[in-house]
């Protein structure tokens, strides 16, 4: 079975511009969260949506939004990019609402010059 | 609110030898607890997690977990390690209810010298 996808691998982006990165989840699963993972630190929590409703918030600033599909797939969109959002955007999808295991795409880094 | 500390930002140790990493955690609320592993430029691996039940938590490639909750700990632990164990591990944890989000730690790089 396919993992879950992300797209695209990498992207390069100038400051103010806007993002919109893709998720798909492994068939079934209906709950996608979003993580910033800045280098050298741990994931961040940006979003969780469970069944296109969203669960949960990070503290990230109303730049970042997300939605998700009635196929369960996601996108997290960034807008007017700062230097500081150059970093690995993980989607993790779980059959259920967390703490149901979290299984995590292979990210897409975004560099913002 | 939850927090998670890794003390040890890089742990480096011979093949075959005996390894554990350290993750302690703060929480008002009961808490379940993860491990995972991230080899370069790749995502998180789930390595084993801990929701409730034996204390003592068994998952893949050889790696254990034992959850104390008396000192807050969660220190994961492989008896004989392998170069192909060089990567970076993260502890996490998310709330039992609520929103579920993880608390990543910041990571603790393993690196396995032959």
């Known amino acids: 079975d396919a993992g879950v996808t992300q797209s695209p691998t990498h992207l390069i982006k100038t400051r103010g511009q806007q993002v919109t990165l893709r998720c798909s989840p492994i068939?079934?699963?209906?709950?996608v969260s979003w993580y910033q993972q800045v280098l050298g630190q741990g994931p961040q929590f940006i979003f969780q949506?469970?069944?296109?409703?969203?669960?949960g918030r990070g503290n990230f600033p109303d730049r970042f939004s997300a939605r998700q599909f009635p196929n369960y797939s996601s996108e997290l969109n960034v807008n007017a990019l700062l230097l500081g959002d150059s970093a690995l955007y993980l989607c993790?999808?779980?059959?259920?609402?967390?703490?149901?295991?979290?299984?995590f795409g292979p990210g897409t880094r975004l560099t913002v010059l | 609110a939850q927090s998670v500390t890794q003390l040890d930002s890089q742990v480096p140790v011979f093949e075959e030898a005996p390894v554990e990493l350290r993750c302690n955690y703060s929480?008002?609320?009961?808490?379940?607890l993860f491990w995972y592993v991230q080899y370069p430029n790749q995502g998180l691996q789930l390595l084993l997690k801990?929701?409730?039940?034996?204390?003592l938590v068994k998952g893949i490639n050889g790696f254990e977990a034992e959850f104390n909750k008396s000192q807050t700990s969660f220190h994961l632990r492989k008896p004989s390690v392998h170069i192909s164990d060089t990567a970076e591990y993260f502890c996490?944890?998310?709330?039992?209810?609520?929103?579920?989000?993880?608390?990543f730690g910041t990571g603790t790089r393993l690196k396995v010298l032959a």
């Open positions: 993790a999808s779980s059959l259920e609402s967390p703490p149901d295991t979290q299984y």
């Open positions: 068939s079934g699963h209906k709950s």
């Open positions: 949506y469970y069944e296109k409703e969203e669960r």
């Open positions: 929480s008002s609320v009961s808490v379940y």
């Open positions: 801990y929701l409730s039940g034996s204390t």
């Open positions: 996490a944890v998310s709330s039992t209810s609520g929103t579920y989000k993880y608390i």
